[in-house]
């Protein structure tokens, strides 16, 4: 008997069981992909509209925004703590298919590192068509910093690393009170830990953009990587779901009673409504768009409750979900190649705001030029949401071909040990 377990770093989605020649595939594996296969596609509704909207406010402010602009935010805030979740969780799940710690830990920072190198680089230039002007702490930035301080917290037992990762969610908010400022010459060093803002690398030359700070975003990562444990046990299903359950009733409690984790105002008055507790406003909608409004740069408490409470139900009700249907198998398609995708996605869709921008005779030097990270959109510029949505259906259709045929490469190719890191 051969058994092959999932490696969260490759292209298979499934845990897979041989018994002479009849293979049994395991849904519960097939969850993970389609669960990031989804936020993926999220994902690129969130950058669609970031490149093809013209007016220059924030769809959390409640002074100009509307409900269905709001919505088309609100359901993309899903993305990256799904990410940083299932990043821990892979770490775990490798542990299944025999890899020991020490390997693990050696993933976790070469990995790590790697994204660090493409997000100052490849993705930075992807935003903006820049060089060196600008460098994006996004997501990868995050993701890689998260994954070398992972390389030595997977030593510790993975009770210790749930109750780093639960503590670190839970307590960050404690320091909202905390300004930057404080430090002086390391004000830099907070920011990059627990803020959001810009970091001059060399003033008037490059600056650092910190929209995904280290903390909490750790602790996301290691609390995935105790769900791996979870979801190592035959009856995980009923217990994630539950988990789910308890973290979005939490939210709901300290949101409705405007109770602890979600910023201050005071310190972060960049973020507009979205630190702070929710008001009541002039109709039903907005005040709904004003109790769901809640911080993500830096994520607050009530923003990962709120979103990885729903997300952990998703994983649990997606391990039902029959993934050789033709609709999850394209999802779990993207979910298979989530850097890939990640890359070509912002280049496309970059792309295409310039391409669409020439067609309809609107300005399109500001998007070869930095685009929406450096500079505002001119007032002409713009599209509506209808037109956002369609883009964001050409956008992946568009990638579903390259990353078939990236997904099959990796596939015949598993012996190639740097497609890990694609």
Known sequence: MKTEFYDPTSSAATEVLRVGTVKVRFSRLDCIDLLRGAVMILMALDHVRDFFTGPGF?????????????????VTHFCAPVFFLLAGT??????????????????????GLWLV?????????????????FWHGGVLWALGWSMVAM???????????????VGMIVLHNVFDWVNP???????AVWLLLHEHGLVFVAPGKTALLIDFPLIPWLGVMAAGYALGALLSRPNWRKTVFRIGVLLTVAFLILRIFHLYGNGNPSLQPWAGDAAGPWRLQSTLTMSAVSFLDTLKFPPSLQFLLMTLGPALMALAWLDTVNAEHAAARVVRLFGRVPFFYYILHLYLIHSLAVWVGVVMHQPVEWLLHGAFMLQLPPPTYGHGLPFIYAMWITSVALLYLPCKVFMEFKQQHRDWWWLRYL
């Open 58 to 74: 924030s769809p959390e402010d409640l002074a100009h925004t509307s409900g269905p602009l709001f919505l088309t935010r609100f």
């Open 90 to 111: 892979g770490g775990y799940l490798s542990l299944a298919r025999g890899k020991s710690v020490a390997e693990v830990s050696r993933f976790f920072w070469t990995r």
């Open 117 to 133: 190198l493409i997000s100052l680089t490849v993705t930075s230039y992807a935003w903006t068509f820049v060089f060196f002007r």
């Open 151 to 165: 390389a030595l917290v997977v030593r510790l037992p993975v009770r210790w690393i749930a109750a780093t990762g």
């Open 181 to 187: 400022a404080r430090f002086g010459r390391f004000a």
